[in-house]
């Protein structure tokens, strides 16, 4: 940002003007934002493309009577040791008529159907409250609770109502708990890093302009765009722009604070800070923004959905942050810095911080460093081999024991099938009993059952499956019933159902893996010879940001399977990752993690243009070190908050990205990075003629330019 522009932002009246316009904008958004949850659509089957099998069976489901694609089977769970008895058997029928009168019943209420050992009975009731019914199936589940309850037997609620109502009760609040709970730990983090009682509202409140901003925009993208926002990218949007927007007010006020030192105006302070912080923080936020919009390329609906969510929440953050945080910060004045304010003239602090030690201890052999330090990293990354990206069932989704849960324990302990979700095969009606009597020849599925009239040639036959709907034994039965019914000729048979949809699910997130992530690389790899004009450095960092995402990705995976089983009341989980876990790791390590390199590497070139680039690395790492640790520090602190949900996956994503954050601001950026910059000093620029005559002999004392240490 050109220095005129910067201070024209924040002159002695357009601070006012732009203060005064982020407030009416964040008071006309505050009130669509809180409408974002209203528009989510956590519905597996929505999350698929159109080209899955699945999708297509249930686009031509919807077309028969009693099939609408709104339809929530749920089933009723009852069961007493030692056996139900005819009394409470009568009381379960006298009930049916009870949950038939029930708001959303459509169709008729089955059973109840007995277990063989009479210990346990199932009802079977789908409701239908139309588009985005999900989100009245909590209050209905509770009404079912009231009227189910028998003295002496134990109740559940499972089915794919029984399992809608518990997420919801998983999401539940998702934005508010995730807010508070990431705003403490980026408080206590400003609090320390500032020591300053008052200068963290200033960033915090910035952060929470853009989220209400972002939300808003989001909603109308939702509602009307048909962009597809679930509560899982709803969770991690709050996380990002509360830890990437406090990352870069944590640059910006660095640089403003070294500007006040040496400007007794600080109008101009700002001018000039803007103009040298801007660079690096609109470089980073195009690289997140970029590398967010390539998840638009998956098959999958919700992780293309993330990509737009999380981009813009980023874009938005990037102009509060260079708008609104510079207007406030000048509105102010140096009081906000109490107890230590930056006067006019004071000296800069001096290189004695850790990081110009670290710097220091590294030069003398940077080639054994940075050896040393990437075969640590790849030991690391055996943890890989314990990867298990199979899915993750429906009793391990969660990291704790919901009743839908227990519900489906109790049908398989007793040899009852969940029929709410059987396999569901559509074709052409003339060929309806060719593609039952090939279904019968799959062993392990229910007999098939073809009494559902057919409806304009078309036929609906469909086949129970035993266990866990979402477990592979399922989806092995689907890959069967599928070759098998594929071989009818004419019968142009598609195979849906719940378990087909986890399969899908399974597939499109295995395809996204490996087209993304070639695209991400390549992607930042371009920017960041753009932004550093050079092909060397570039692959270097590319490389290191590699390794450091699979360090991280084999040391959480050991965490997960030695430390997580252990402390969670459902831990079986851990030791499995959904399929696109991977690729969520990766995107937001890549985006995220590069942008320390970044903010380290434009400083670097900075300084090679007067001091060579061995010494220009050295001050650098001193200059930048306190601000990245301190911005790592609060985004690995963000994303370990999604731990906080009782979601694995969640749980999962925010070990692996905190830990990986970590890694980078700690280890790559701060000791490999700069010990391979030391060893190769001029190189690094390849092609160009940034630096040809490079030497490590007499370095100057590095000037700390921030406070921040």
Known sequence: MHRQIAGKLTGRVTKWLVFAAWLVIVVVASAFAAKLTDVQNNEAASWLPSSAESTKALDKLTTLPGQDENNIPTVVVYERSGGLTADDLGAIDAQVAEIQDMDGVVGEVVGPIPSPDGEVAQTIVTYNFGKNGWNDLPDTADKLREIIAIDGVTTHIT???????????????????????????????????????????????????????????????????????????????????????????????????????????????????????APAILASAATVVVGMLCLSLAEMNSTAGLGPVLAIGVAVTLLVMITLLPALLVIVGRWIFWPKRPHFGSPEPTATGLWARVGRAISPRPRAVWVTTAVILGIACLGLFKLDTGGLSTDEQYTKEFDSIKGQQVLIAHDLVDTSNPIQVLAKADKAQ????????????????????PVDGLALITATVPGDVATQAAFDKVEAVRAAVHQVDGADALVGGTSAIYLDIQKASSRDNKVIIPIVLLVVMLILMLLLRALLSPLILILTVILSFGAALGLSTILFHTVFTRLFEVGSGFEHADASFPLFVFVFLVALGIDYNIFLMTRVREETQTRGTRQGSLVALSATGGVITSAGLVLAATFAVLGTLPLVFLAELGTA?????????????????????????????????????????????????????
């Open 159 to 277: 089915g794919a109502g029984g399992q809608v109502a518990d997420s919801a009760e998983a999401f539940a609040g998702i934005d508010g708990t995730l807010l508070f709970a990431t705003l403490g730990v980026v408080i206590l983090i400003l609090l320390f890093t500032y020591r300053s009682p008052i200068l963290w509202l200033l960033p915090i409140l910035s952060a929470l302009f853009a989220l209400q901003t972002s939300e808003a925009v989001i909603y109308f993208l939702a509602k009307y765009a048909g962009l597809t926002v679930n509560g899982q990218s709803q969770g991690i949007l709050t996380v990002l722009v509360v830890g990437a927007g406090t990352d870069y007010a944590l640059l910006l006020v660095a640089r403003y604070r070294e500007e006040l030192r040496r400007h007794e105006d600080r109008h101009e302070a700002m001018a000039f800070a803007l103009h040298r912080a």
């Open 434 to 453: 060719d593609v039952a009597a090939a279904i019968a020849t799959v062993d392990g599925v229910g007999e098939p059952d073809t009494s559902i009239p």
């Open 657 to 709: 990205v905190a830990l990986g954050v970590i890694l980078d601001t700690m280890i790559v950026r701060s000791v490999l990075v700069t010990a391979i910059n030391l060893d190769l000093g001029g190189r690094i620029w390849w092609p160009s003629k940034l630096d040809r005559g490079d030497t490590l002999g007499g370095l100057p004392e590095p000037k700390q330019e921030s406070a921040l240490v």
